[in-house]
């Protein structure tokens, strides 16, 4: 029977707690890279929790044994990632910048509090309680004092099971969006395919080298070797992780003072210049320099191909650079020291079916077309991906902020 009192329904009351009250956290403890060993018992570092693929790193050092963290076990990174885990490999010890949750079982049921620290991760990593610029982390205090609304524990363990077939409804929406996914970038990859494998395997066909067509293949080279530092406004300067797989990506831009370009004039961007990744992890992806990007700068792991400023050519060189013949070729001839790199010597020896002019439009037509489709169904699927996403943490809040009670927990319970 609904009482008359606000907040009080006939599964009893919920209640206004802090995160405090709910729990112990533990902190971990900082490993030395000298305290590691190939044997001995692993430590749970913020990657582990992140990506299970990630090895762990193993010691034989003691430490307290509450840090010893068993599987099924709640933790809570405060550090860098913020969230919360449950923990499901091998025992092992905590490391530093992680809580270990120790629920107050009286209180909370354990699968409730881990979805009471989901939801408290979105709200405070959007606060002023957040701090830190290149490692983001919340001190100990705020997170602590953080109010959450507690139901009672049948009304927890309900909410649980809401959440949890919700999730896998969502799992299963995210499985099949990643399916989605790869499908598109195999059929990206069969465009390519079958319209460069066709121009080689034609013999009417000719092959050429960049060498021979390009007029120009050239590179940046860091601005701090000539004594530029980065400013709000002024020369926009292109670092590889602004070269995308045949598209520019400017989120992440930065700028240089207008008198870099005066000391570092072979680099200067034009329109219809090639753009290739030679350093690093992103090796082998490739941009066409578009009208508004021009007079641009860049870095020495960026490589500039210049085929005199033609619309067509540019934009085949491009599409080929894509396809699979020219990523073994780059792969083949990538050095792999202490990090991979592909020499300008290199890139004026890749080889390309190089076919009529006519015949390259129409290659940079048709497949610049059925990539353009295939772009559109995977931005789509990247939406649904985010939407789902912003559906759980909307879901959390509906269902863990019910404002159906003001109520404290008695002194006695504290």
Not at 380 to 402: H, S, V
Request: charged share 25%; proline share 4%; with cysteine.
């Amino acid at each position: 029977m609904q009482s008359e009192r606000k907040g009080i329904d006939e599964r009893g009351c919920w209640r206004r707690v802090s995160l405090g009250d709910l729990a112990e956290y533990v902190n971990g403890a900082a490993f030395k890279p000298s305290e590691r060993s190939p044997t001995g018992t692993p430590i749970i570092r913020i990657q582990n929790l992140t990506d299970n693929t990630k090895p762990l790193n193993r010691t034989r050092r003691r430490v307290d044994p509450r840090l010893l963290v068993q599987t099924g076990d709640l933790l809570f990174s405060w550090s860098a990632t913020l969230g919360a885990f449950v923990w499901d490999r091998e025992p092992a010890w905590l490391n530093q910048h992680i809580f270990k949750v120790i629920p107050r079982e009286d209180l909370v049921e354990r699968a409730f509090l881990y979805h009471l620290l989901r939801a408290a991760t979105l709200s405070l990593a959007n606060s002023e309680h957040l701090h830190g610029s290149t490692m983001r982390h919340i001190n100990r205090g705020p997170f602590l004092a953080h109010a959450v609304m507690l139901p009672p524990k049948a009304v927890q363990r309900e909410i649980v099971a809401e959440l949890e077939r919700e999730a896998a409804a969502r799992s299963r929406l995210s499985l099949d969006l990643s399916r989605a996914g790869a499908l598109a970038n195999h059929l990206k990859e069969a465009v390519l395919a079958s319209a460069f494998n066709r121009a080689a395997a034609d013999p009417e066909i000719g092959r050429t080298t960049i060498g021979d067509i390009a007029a120009i293949v050239t590179k940046g080279e860091s601005p701090r070797w000539q004594g530029f530092e980065y400013v709000e406004r002024g020369t926009r300067f292109i670092r590889s992780q602004n070269v995308g797989w045949g598209t520019m990506i400017l989120t992440d831009s930065v700028f240089l003072p207008a008198e870099f370009n005066l000391k570092r004039e072979k680099s200067i961007l034009r329109e219809n210049d090639v753009l290739l990744n030679i350093v690093g992890a992103s090796i082998g992806r490739t941009a066409v320099v578009p009208s508004d990007l021009a007079g641009a700068n860049c870095n020495q792991a960026v490589a500039i191909i210049r085929l005199g400023g033609d619309y067509v050519d540019a934009r085949f060189v491009n599409l080929w650079l894509l396809s699979t013949d020219a990523q073994e070729q780059i792969a083949l001839g990538s050095v792999d020291v202490a990090r991979a790199n592909f020499s300008l010597g290199d890139i004026r020896k890749l080889e390309l079916p190089w076919p009529a002019k006519t015949t390259r439009l129409a290659v940079v037509k048709t497949v610049e077309a059925q990539l353009g489709q295939l772009g559109q169904c995977t931005a789509d699927i990247e939406r649904a991906a985010a939407l789902l996403e912003r559906l759980d943490g909307a879901r959390l809040k509906t269902a863990l902020n019910r404002e159906i009670s003001v109520a404290p927990l008695p002194e006695t319970e504290l």
